[in-house]
């Protein structure tokens, strides 16, 4: 069973950066079949995806958020990251990494982490 | 940008089928996914490829896509069905989501 936790600080501040922290069980990221994403969701609001990375090093970013965000994978931990800079109130959100396949070019998510929920205040 | 456009809500009642479209541009030409998502837990892949169910989904859910709709049908709606449903396709090397629509079972 595939298995995805999201990790990292609950809150940062104003202009900093947050860093968050998948770990994935279950399946190896570098197995070759899988993209992995990050998706966003602020309260009460729907779903936005951030970004995707392959073990290759293949990145494809959301164009809206494209100029603040890296994707880094970790085999030797089987663990996917995101940075997320200069945040502001706007970026207050449940933050899901997610198991990204189909192939052909056409892609879902098939598994999700529980997510994690980080708030941007001072 | 691809736009998807879905209904903010969608009452059903109970036993009945609830239908919850997805529009956008000729979007029968793409692959459509949907997603359910109870209050605070993470979104559950319940529909792919426009009309196959991934395994542990009950039959009562389907799909079609043709056009510019794609739906998603419930049949036989249950209390557990109440939830938001949001539909996802892959287009232009990017991820684009509906905005969502709550599904209320009377």
């Known amino acids: 069973q595939v298995q995805l936790q999201e990790s990292g600080p609950g809150l940062v501040k104003p202009s900093q950066t947050l860093s968050l922290t998948c770990t994935v069980s279950?399946?190896?990221?570098?197995?070759?079949?899988?993209?992995w994403s990050w998706i966003r969701q602020p309260a009460g609001k729907g779903l936005e995806w951030i970004g995707r990375?392959?073990?290759?090093?293949?990145?494809r970013y959301n164009p809206s958020l494209k100029s603040r965000v890296t994707l880094s994978v970790d085999t030797s931990k089987n663990q996917i990251s995101l940075e997320l800079s200069s945040v502001t109130a706007a970026d207050t959100a449940v933050y899901y990494c997610?198991?990204?396949?189909?192939?052909?070019?056409?892609?879902?998510?098939?598994?999700w982490g529980q997510g994690t929920l980080v708030t941007v205040s001072s | 940008s691809y736009d998807l456009t879905q209904p903010l809500s969608v009452s059903v009642a109970l036993g009945q089928t609830a239908r919850i479209t997805c529009g956008g541009n000729?979007?029968?030409?793409?692959?459509v996914h949907w997603y359910q998502q109870n209050p605070g837990q993470a979104p559950v892949l319940v529909i792919y490829?426009?009309?196959n169910r991934p395994s542990g989904i009950p039959e009562r859910f389907s799909g079609s896509n043709s056009g510019n709709t794609a739906t998603l049908t419930i049949s036989r709606a249950q209390a557990g069905d109440e939830a938001d449903y949001y539909c996802?396709?892959?287009?232009?090397?990017?991820?684009?989501f509906g905005g969502g629509t709550k599904l209320t079972v009377l």
């Open positions: 997610a198991r990204d396949g189909g192939g052909y070019g056409d892609y879902y998510f098939d598994y």
């Open positions: 279950g399946d190896s990221i570098t197995s070759g079949s899988y993209y």
């Open positions: 990375i392959y073990t290759s090093g293949s990145i």
């Open positions: 000729n979007i029968g030409s793409k692959n």
């Open positions: 490829r426009d009309t």
């Open positions: 996802q396709v892959w287009d232009s090397n990017t991820h684009k």
